[in-house]
């Protein structure tokens, strides 16, 4: 008992003392959406909203459970397991004492809060549905968490495997689908003439209802099993049917538990030498590509064969590519057709936010740059080149093929927009790479993309945003010469737009990275960012 209070302890205190900029952000955002769970539990208490909407909503609340160590794969859990190695006793004892600390988190919080739309749906029922709802939010809760930590365990294991990497790049490229193009096939239903300028809503006649097969599947999967121990309740049901979910509950928990335990103890069990990638190195036939023989050929074909083979990298260049394909199959069926050549300005925008940590991701490997004349610059235009090849000239291309597909008439506008967007995101990558690095393992260290990378979302959203005004700009020719969406001066504005955005970005880049290098690599070194004065700039020392 002692060993498991120490646990929970230590994970207090590296919460309350750690970085919290994120989990504050986290917390105020998960509350926020909790509080529209429980909206929903009041409206549909009141009458005014179809049950199954609750379903829904809990639903897609315990699905972030499963889908969140998908989404960052290469964060670092608050306890890592591989801390605790040398510890004297068996991985097993120590994996079941830290379960006792798993339950200590931002997301234990929010989904305790949503849950409490249970409590909010029995109230009118009398004590009874009321202590029955809260049996419920325990037993939910306690599933929810196991999920989550048994599936952050086991995506940790699987991303030290070639296949591992594969289902995560599908998995993520499919949510960033959904996240930027799976309101467009609603919308399509809604405005099917937006594209000919007819903005006449079509909305249907009826109360929106959940369809009750979608209802019915949702309370028999893990994540409704308290909503529907709360509906037998309060239906009246026998008091086995109303247990049967809360059992099930329990134990599928207990099994998680279980199951987390072991596969910590299998990490507890492998000395640090061997905790590592599982992805086999195989000779490849060699392609023979002829890059330039002078600094920035070098830089190119570095930077190429990189992308390749580090494996966060790899895994941000198949969202890239994989994401794009993915909006074009939600797009396309539907009624706004005329959207398609659009997906290349959303392309440009995550190929920008691949490649907005690449400094950090190369680590002290910086070193070599600074201390060689005359190489920040081609660093900086090989870095530029290399991404234009592997991203900015596959989505100039796509855009072209869907727009000739298509037939948009907004075809020339959605170029431009692309033009602007790509240079944007060639030109802003490698200097807010080196602006606002987020910092883990060293490359020479991080060999599986379970190892941690940082995490740059803040980089990547900053990315976003540029590269998002940036392709607004072509726009600007409608407003001030009234001219049709077709009209080529779009294109023309856009392709200016990218070209400034590159010249004129590369000397601060340069200028950057000269002057706060030293203190980068020194923050690499160390593992956090150094806080040291432009004044007090020192040569950087190699690696040791």
Known sequence: MRHRIDFMSLRWRVIRRGPNDERIFGLIAGLIAAAGVIAV????????LDPGWLAVALSAFGMTWLLGPVLLPGLAPILDPQWFRTLPRAPRCIAREMSASE??????VITTAALL??????????????????????????????????????????????WGIRI??????????????????LFALVLPQLGDGDVTMQTPSTTAVVPEPVVTTLLTLPTGWGLAAVNAAMSGETPSAIAAPLVGAVA????????????????????PQTARSGIAVRERR???????????????????????RDPHRRLGL??????????????????????????GVVAAAIAAMAAVNTYALDGTALWQVLTTPRAVRADVIGRQIAWMLLFGAPVIAGTVVLSLASRSQFSALALGMTLAATGGGCAAAPLLSALMPAIGADARNRVATSDNAGNPAGAQWTIFTAVAIAAVVPLIPAGITATTPSSLSHLAFGAIVGLLMLVLLLPVTCAYI?????ALVSAMRSGALARQSPGRRRAPAGPR
């Open 41 to 48: 539990a009041a409206l549909v208490r009141a009458g005014d």
């Open 103 to 108: 339950a200590m988190s931002v997301g234990t």
């Open 117 to 162: 739309s249970l409590v909010v749906v029995a109230a009118p029922d009398g004590p009874a549905a009321i202590t029955l709802a809260f049996l419920a939010v325990g037993a939910q809760l306690f599933l929810l968490l196991w999920l989550g930590r048994c599936t952050s365990a086991l995506v940790a294991r699987l991303l030290r495997s070639a």
């Open 168 to 185: 995560a790049v599908v998995q993520m490229s499919a949510l960033l689908a959904l996240s930027f193009a799976g309101w467009v096939p």
């Open 252 to 271: 599928c928990a207990l099994l998680l538990r279980r199951a987390w335990i072991e596969l910590t103890a299998h990490t507890l069990r492998q000395p």
């Open 286 to 308: 060699r392609v023979c590509v002829v890059w330039p023989t002078n600094e920035i050929g070098a830089v190119i074909a570095r930077e190429v064969k990189t992308w390749f």
């Open 318 to 343: 198949g969202h890239a590519w994989l994401t794009p394909v993915l909006m074009v199959v939600l797009v396309a069926p539907g009624a706004w057709v005329w959207a398609l050549p659009f997906v």
């Open 514 to 518: 000269e002057r706060r290098g030293p």
